[in-house]
């Protein structure tokens, strides 16, 4: 996510983790003192999306491709053998559809 920003929007974001309350307090707080604020439906390119779900927390970016607007987003999982997966984007619909239903758009505000 942060290769994205930095390439396709000229934006340096930090180097973060989503899996804790106070992460996810911390990254809000950041955000917000960076201008970034909590974005309405329907999702626009460049939203970041932050989820919580069966799996714990999950976080996305919004991106704009031929086929429409697509979540590029990690998915994979942990093994025995260590992290397993790669990056996909998909609809948000499909990418929510596992139980990822709390979801919230942050906004870059101009």
């Known amino acids: 996510m942060r290769l994205v920003f ?5 934006i340096a974001m930090p180097d973060v983790a989503v899996a804790t309350d106070d ?40 991106i704009s491709t031929p086929a429409g607007l697509r979540l590029l ?12 997966g790669g990056v996909v984007a998909q609809p948000l619909a499909d990418a929510t559809r596992d139980g990822y239903h709390r979801y919230e758009f942050w906004r870059r505000s101009l």
């Open 6 to 10: 930095a390439q396709r929007y000229g």
């Open 23 to 62: 992460n996810v307090r911390a990254i809000k707080g950041a955000a917000e003192a960076s201008g970034w604020r909590p974005g309405p439906a329907p999702a626009q390119d460049g939203d970041i999306v932050l989820m919580q779900g069966p799996f714990g927390r999950h976080v996305g970016v919004i």
């Open 73 to 84: 987003h990690n998915d994979g999982h942990m093994s025995d053998r260590g992290p397993r």
